[in-house]
T-cell receptor, first 111, second 113 residues
Framework: GNSVTQMEGPVTLSEEAFLTINCTYT??????LFWYVQYPGEGLQLLLK?????DKGSNKGFEATYRKETTSFHLEKGSVQVSDSAVYFC??????????FGTGTSLTVIP | GEEVAQTPKHLVRGEGQKAKLYCAPIKGHSYVFWYQQVLKNEFKFLIS????????ETGMPKERFSAKCLPNSPCSLEIQATKLEDSAVYFC???????????FGQGTRLTVV
């Protein structure tokens, strides 16, 4: 079946620190992979995506590379800001009938 | 429209009452998804549509939940005889095509008292 496993949080970092949030997936075939971000009281916003192996998605300084050999899609950012504090969700879509979400990782960035 | 519009933002119902939530997908999007967010982070899939046809309803508690997406009308999710455990934020999302990104609405917070 399809599933996403995401590193447990919460994660607390100082401003300008390096961020990695691990995400691995299980799926048959060739799913599309996504990172979404949720700010308090809001819906999910698409952060980045990758649709095939070795694709790198990037947006607002965040990056993630679709690694089929390790079934991973880890999120990274070189220098986090206070405004990056949010909950981050890794997700996959395989046959298009639904999106499978990880459990979310809460990030707090302190000045 | 250019964003997924969900109404109402907040809904309070007494246990046993009916609740109806609405979602207007982005114009031109063929796929609509409903999710329930409980326990702050977990997203539980409920149902998806391809145009007005049910695509996947494996997440729906069918005895009390129903949903529709009719042409030229907002999609709807209805809960008959609400229970305390139905208290959650319900998100709707739409996408243009299979396996493309989904765009989410701001959610409807349902509180059952």
């Amino acid at each position: 079946g399809n599933s996403v496993t995401q590193m447990e949080g919460p994660v607390t970092l100082s401003e300008e620190a390096f961020l990695t949030i691990n995400c691995t997936y299980t799926a048959t075939g060739y799913p599309s992979l996504f990172w979404y971000v949720q700010y308090p009281g809001e819906g999910l916003q698409l952060l980045l995506k990758a649709t095939k192996a070795d694709d790198k998605g990037s947006n607002k300084g965040f990056e993630a590379t679709y690694r089929k050999e390790t079934t991973s899609f880890h999120l990274e950012k070189g220098s986090v800001q206070v405004s990056d504090s949010a909950v981050y969700f890794c997700a996959l879509s395989n046959t298009g009938n639904q999106f499978y979400f990880g459990t979310g990782t809460s990030l707090t960035v302190i000045p | 429209g250019e964003e997924v519009a969900q109404t109402p933002k907040h809904l309070v119902r007494g246990e046993g009452q009916k609740a109806k939530l609405y979602c207007a997908p982005i114009k031109g999007h063929s796929y609509v998804f409903w999710y329930q967010q409980v326990l702050k982070n977990e997203f539980k899939f409920l149902i998806s549509f391809q145009n007005e046809n049910v695509f996947d309803e494996t997440g729906m508690p069918k005895e009390r939940f129903s949903a529709k997406c009719l042409p030229n009308s907002p999609c709807s999710l209805e809960i008959q005889a609400t229970k305390l455990e139905d208290s959650a934020v319900y998100f709707c999302a739409s996408s243009a095509d299979r396996n493309t990104e989904a765009f989410f609405g701001q959610g409807t917070r349902l509180t059952v008292v």
